[in-house]
């Protein structure tokens, strides 16, 4: 290899030990006083002092070997042969997986790491002790339900029972902080993820104990049961999911306590050796042969550089012929090489450790054979992650800044940051620990208190059911002061750890260290990609898989660097974009250069789009899709081999090649057939392409432009990203903002609390006691919950934090708008990039207030118009064809138009997308998820419709307290521009609105029925005399069924405000027979809503949880609205017609519009008089949600319908049986089917045919309606007799 800082070029081979003929050549190198000096100087013994020169002996290369086995010999124990007194079973100690163990565990191939995949699994160790003092360790990787301890080989342990549930076990739980043996206490601390908890035994005292992160936690159990048959082995058990890692002995361990001795021996004689070849190696590295002068020169490690003199050389040669094999071993590697390496970190400043440590490596890599130097690199890189995660949260962070330093310089060595990217990273390590900052579970320990020494927490007041902030006292302004300059004190510190963090993927993503081979990057995009799919498809093993946690700061750091290389290779390359503009161009997503697995696509699976879409692909991207590859189940099972091309048209054969720069109309011969490529299978020319390949941009449609965007692999990258953020980060997020949630109850209940005092009688000294202590339980719980906070909020929720998710919203924005231009290929596009722009966006919004604003962040405004024109767009979007993220593009635009900011910014958009929006909203609602549909329509009325100006229903706004943040408890804000749009669409569409209203018609009918349904079994089982539970689902169902109703009636009711005369203008053919199924339905609904003592009323007082929002109020202002639109402010044509269908209607009945304004019939003779005191409903009753004005037109319509009434009661004829219509018996024949002749009235025949064409009775396909007379029949029959 070559020298990195010598600037020579040394074979490892040529300065490979020498035999005994060639050594008296090579000894004339340098004069034999110099040559002594300098190898007593590198070789002096560790037992004596400096000696004179005239006592030493000479050394000479001849005589060397011999003086090293000297230098080396160490008095190996007796011990390593025999078995150690008091320890039973092999020397090499693991878990036993063989017979130690109950339930289903999974076991590392080190047989030292286990993760449970049972109940509650138990597994114990090969070797068990029986006198003296014993310790092991155990490394906690998640902090659920474990038992940690000891037991006899005679404990019997099942899925329910584990180690510390049976006598002669003892264990120690820290997710319940208890000891356990048969029966528990409370013992220790909590433990959490990156604790390690030591076992400790004494057996000459019979005494058990634990510490937690070397801190003694107490002796937990004394009297242990001693004697013959008596011994303990190390064991555990552990619920599903939960692992950890056991340190026997094999490793040094962290935490060693005096007196006390691992199971495992350590390798005491080659550590001995190990660290005299050390020495003898930092002797090398700190001294220079000066041959002109003829004497040693002192340099420091920094400053000594191998100039390839073969006397130093051959010295080096023979330290690493010893120190080798020696360095292979996991126990000299942590104890000996790391120790050293962490030493030259901590020495100096980071540029003088990496030359020292690149130095270090060189020479590995020099004078080790390869397979020695890459188990060495290996082992170094597994006990540095390990030291990293499993090291205690201190004040300043010191000992994760020192392991990333260490880590950094490694990997800045270029050799051998290639090896462990390829090799041991990925594939061995879970490296993604290295980019996780652990949030401390016991702020103390790690400092806080001292560095946040305030704490604060946001003081609300509710009002009318909504908390808001109320005015701070100047004390509170200055607590808060002092707790944002604590804040500011920890964000500054842990940014050094992530900019250290950043600073290691900077080298992992470096690709202009190719050399001859494949640059980082490339084999990095190779490993995420892999990574990806382990974590998208689950089908990775258990333990690779990233826990959401370490993704999030993964993102984040990943953002970070990729943003670096963007905008660097921006600024050498003008023509291309700043990481601000970034998307990831649409042909990536057909062209076959980038594996998506099994994620699904817009348009469904892969294989499917490029059967139906060819053509598309052949004539926009001058793809073309094998018809081999068609019939064949995946892509990667083709055979690649092809009939040879003309010669004028053969291409090399990558996965894609681009065909043409010019756009012009190609030949099938001139087309690219393109296969999805394996991550492993890729060339970097398949990435970045070449002069006559773009590489991942091949394909590119002709809307996008020909200019690039930037290095092809980082468009790779930013899929990546976007990818993990749809994989698990979006619920972390969400998960992490519990502790703020558990920061307001407790601030709530510390409140209470403190009200409760102010107004305890100073008599009362026993409550004044016990409300006092709750008051400093609540305190000292709020203290340790804010300073946890500021963690949290420095690491998860910052402001940068923020900045790296928008940004990320906009690179999807920007992707789907580019996407959306290639027409049908747009159906390629993986779903995820929908997903993210939608979570996104909720996670800005939601999550990263109230520190945070996203008002704040650049562009606001213009971002939101974008998102809003997607979901405006694309929630119909026929391309799509995914239920759920269709339902998932419909939620998001039913919670867009809750907000005020959000609702203007779907206003904002091109008013041809408005009016497809609205139209599509108004398509009817058969054959499609229609309730949210409903939902957002009723979003854009309320606040307009009578007496729909609340936020929370009146009823609800003690008894229910909700989340205030939730899309339905929002203010009303109607967007009178949109209601402008549908009334424009009902109007003047002649199919939109009878089509439309119908459908509402027919899920009102459908959702009161069901409700009404629902009820009758509600309430028939509270009836019972025996004790019966209602399910809750049940409940919840026929809430909802409620909800919807309320829903579509409002619909109805903007429908009837914006449009009237859809319904009153008869010169339309449906009008009438929308009124008359309108008034029918409306009859229905105040029928079994109002009548006295009814279903609905006993189980609206039965107050069941679950059906809170059923109650008299929505459902009869959302009825009375329709009515007095119809009845009071429509023209006086209207309001005659719209009377006298209600009348007709048999169902009407005056008293239940009475009902309305508490005016109640007078009870039947011989009935039960009302209680006094039974309190009735009244829309009088609600004067801050009903205005008088509104009130007086109830009055106006009462008043009328009571007069028609009466009116129509008096000029009403009897009619005879057979006249009436045979379906309603309401209404009397007056119309005739042909060609069967059957007859009905107009409302039944009318209404049938909006939705079936047969005849109600015969099932024949009817032709026409005619109007039928009987009178007029009559006369016509007896003219033609």
Not at 636 to 647: K, R, S, T
Not at 1227 to 1252: E, T, Y
Request: charge should be negative.
């Amino acid at each position: 290899m070559a020298s990195k800082e010598g600037g020579m070029a040394f074979s490892r081979k040529s300065y490979k030990l020498t035999s005994d003929a060639e050594k008296s050549r090579v000894t004339g190198i340098v004069h034999e006083k110099l040559l002594n000096d300098y190898l007593h100087r590198v070789f002096s013994s560790p037992d004596h002092g400096p000696a004179a020169a005239t006592s030493r002996k000479p050394l000479n290369f001849q005589n060397l070997p011999e003086h090293l086995d000297q230098l080396l010999h160490v008095d190996e124990e007796e011990e390593s042969q025999e078995q150690v007194e008091g320890r039973l079973g092999p020397s090499t100690v693991v878990l036993d997986h063989t017979g130690g163990f109950e339930g289903l565990l999974l076991v590392d191939d080190d047989l030292l790491g286990v993760i449970g995949h049972s109940n509650f699994g138990t597994i114990r160790s090969t070797t068990c002790v029986y006198k003296g003092k014993w310790i092991y360790e155990v490394l906690i990787s998640s902090q659920g339900l474990m038992q940690i301890g000891w037991c006899t080989i005679n404990c019997r342990f099942n899925q329910e029972e584990g180690v510390g549930d049976t006598h002669n076990s003892y264990a120690y739980d820290g997710n319940r902080v208890r000891k356990w043996n048969v029966t528990t206490t409370n013992y220790g601390k909590a433990w959490a993820a990156g604790d390690i908890v030591s076992c400790l035994i004494d057996l000459d005292e019979g005494t058990l104990s634990f510490s937690l992160n070397g801190v003694s936690l107490g002796t937990a159990f004394e009297n242990l049961s001693r004697g013959l048959g008596m011994a303990y082995f190390p064991a555990i058990s552990l619920s599903f999911k939960e692992s950890v890692a056991f340190n026997f002995g094999s490793r040094p361990l962290r935490y060693p306590v005096a007196g006390y001795r691992p199971l495992q021996d350590p390798p005491s004689a080659d550590l001995a050796r190990a660290q005299r070849l050390l020495g003898c190696f930092r002797a090398a590295l700190s001294v220079e042969l000066d041959p002109v002068e003829g004497r040693l020169v002192e340099k420091e490690s920094s400053e000594w550089r191998l100039q390839g003199q073969p006397t130093i050389l051959l010295t080096l040669a023979h330290i690493f012929h010893h120190f080798a094999p020696l360095l292979r071993e996991v126990y000299v590697v942590e104890a000996v090489l790391m120790s050293f390496l962490l030493g030259v970190v901590e020495a100096g400043p980071p540029e003088r450790a990496q030359t020292v440590v690149h130095q270090v490596l060189d020479l590995l890599w020099l004078f080790m054979e390869d397979y020695e130097v890459q188990d060495c690199l290996k082992q170094l890189m597994m006990s540095l992650l390990r030291l990293y995660r499993f090291s205690p949260i201190v004040p300043d962070l010191s000992l994760q800044i020192r392991y990333l330093r260490l880590t950094i310089a490694i990997l800045s060595h270029q050799k051998s940051r290639k090896f462990l990217l390829s090799n041991v990273l990925f594939d061995v390590l879970r490296s993604v620990v290295f980019f996780y900052i652990k949030s401390p579970l016991r702020v103390e320990e790690a400092g806080l208190q001292e560095l946040i020494p305030t704490t604060w927490w946001p003081h609300r007041s509710p009002r009318e059911g909504k908390e808001e902030m109320r005015e701070e006292t100047a004390e509170e302004r200055l607590r808060r002061r002092a707790y944002e300059r604590g804040c500011q004190r920890l964000k500054k510190r842990i940014e050094v750890v992530e900019e250290l963090q950043v600073q290691i993927l900077k080298l992992l993503l470096n690709n202009k260290d190719g050399n001859g081979g494949e640059a980082s990057r490339y084999i990095f995009l190779t490993k995420f990609r892999k990574f990806l799919q382990e974590n998208a498809s689950g089908r990775g093993n258990t333990p690779m898989l990233c826990p959401p946690e370490y993704m999030v700061c993964f993102l984040h750091r990943l953002i970070s660097a990729l943003r670096f290389y963007w905008d660097e290779y921006k600024a050498s390359n003008p023509r291309t974009s700043f990481s601000e503009e970034a998307y990831v161009p649409p042909q990536i997503f057909y062209n076959g250069k980038v594996d998506y697995f099994d994620l699904q696509r817009l348009g469904g699976l892969l294989s499917h789009l490029r059967k139906t879409l060819k053509d598309d692909l052949a004539s926009k991207a001058n793809i073309l899709i094998d018809p081999l590859e068609l019939q064949a189940t995946t892509m990667d099972d083709l055979d690649e081999d092809e009939e040879p091309a003309p010669a004028a048209a053969q291409v090399p054969r990558t996965a894609a090649v681009t065909l043409m720069t010019p756009r012009r109309p190609l030949s099938a011969s001139e087309k690219v057939k393109v296969r999805t490529l394996s991550a492993e299978q890729r060339t970097r020319e398949d990435i970045e392409g070449s002069q006559w390949n773009e590489g991942l941009l091949v394909g590119r449609p002709p809307e996008e432009p020909d200019q690039p965007l930037t290095e092809n692999s980082l468009l790779e990258v930013l899929d990546g990203a976007v990818m993990m953020y749809n994989l698990s980060v979006h619920q972390q997020l969400g998960k992490m903002v519990g502790v703020s949630d558990d920061v307001n109850e407790y601030a709530m209940a510390l409140r209470d609390t403190e009200d409760k005092l102010r107004r305890c009688p100073k008599r009362r000294k026993d409550i004044l006691a016990e409300l006092t202590k709750s008051q400093k339980v609540f305190s000292e719980k709020l203290d340790h919950l804010s300073r946890r906070l500021a963690w949290v909020h420095a690491t998860v929720y910052s402001q940068e934090k923020m900045q790296d998710i928008y940004w990320l919203l906009r690179v999807c924005l920007r992707t789907i708008e580019h996407g959306d231009r290639t027409g049908s290929l747009f159906a390629f596009m993986p779903e995820f990039y929908l997903s993210v722009a939608i979570n996104s966006y909720s996670a800005l919004k939601n999550y990263f207030g109230p520190v945070h604003s996203m008002e704040e962040l650049p562009g606001y405004e213009e971002t939101l118009t974008r998102l809003a024109a997607i979901l405006a767009k694309h929630f119909a979007d026929t391309r799509i064809v995914g239920t759920d993220i269709r339902d998932s593009l419909m939620q998001a635009l039913a919670s867009y138009v809750c907000y005020p900011n959000s609702l203007r910014a779907v206003e904002r958009i091109p008013e041809e997308q408005r009016i497809t929006m609205v139209k599509n909203l108004l398509a009817p609602y058969e054959q499609r998820p229609w309730a949210q549909t409903n939902w957002i329509l009723v979003r854009l009325w309320r606040g307009c419709g009578f007496g729909y100006r609340y936020t929370r229903l009146p009823h609800l706004l003690k008894t229910k307290p909700e989340d205030a943040s939730l899309p339905s408890l929002q203010k009303p804000c109607p967007s009178t521009l949109l209601q402008q749009h549908m009334a424009d669409l009902l109007r003047e569409g002649s199919d939109v609105a009878p089509s439309f209203l119908n459908s509402v018609l027919n899920q009102l009918n459908w959702a009161f029925s069901e409700f009404i349904g629902m009820i009758q079994e509600i309430h028939q089982a509270a009836e019972r005399l025996e004790r019966n539970f209602v399910d809750s689902r049940q409940l919840k169902v026929c809430a909802t069924c409620f909800d919807l109703s309320v829903s579509l009636l409002r619909v109805l009711e903007m429908a009837i405000t914006l449009v009237p005369e859809i319904f009153l203008d008869w010169a339309r053919p449906t009008s009438e027979m929308l009124l008359r199924r309108l008034a029918q339905l409306l009859n229905q609904v105040l029928n079994r809503v109002t009548a006295e003592r009814n279903l609905f009323d006993r189980v609206v007082t039965l107050r069941l949880p679950g059906l809170e929002s059923v109650d008299h109020y929505p459902i009869l202002v959302a009825v009375t609205g329709i009515l007095v639109r119809l009845l009071v402010h429509g023209p006086a044509s209207g309001t005659e017609r719209a009377t006298s269908v209600l009348l007709a209607d048999p169902c009407f009945q005056l008293r239940s519009i009475s009902y309305l304004l508490g005016q109640l019939e007078p009870p039947a003779p011989g009935t039960a008089l009302p209680a006094p005191d039974r309190k009735h409903f009244s829309l009088q009753s609600y004067t801050d949600y009903i205005s008088v004005e509104e009130l007086a037109q109830v009055e106006q319509m009462l008043a009328h319908l009571t007069s028609a009434s009466a009116q129509a009661a008096a000029a009403s004829l009897p009619t005879s049986e057979e006249d009436l219509c045979p379906i309603c018996y309401a209404h009397p024949i007056s119309a005739v089917f042909q060609p069967c002749g059957h007859k009905s009235c107009k409302a039944c025949i009318d209404q049938h045919l909006m939705n079936n064409k047969d005849c109600f009775f015969c099932k024949a396909t009817i032709v026409s309606v005619e109007d039928w007379d009987k009178a007029a029949n009559a006369s016509a029959t007896s003219s033609a007799a």
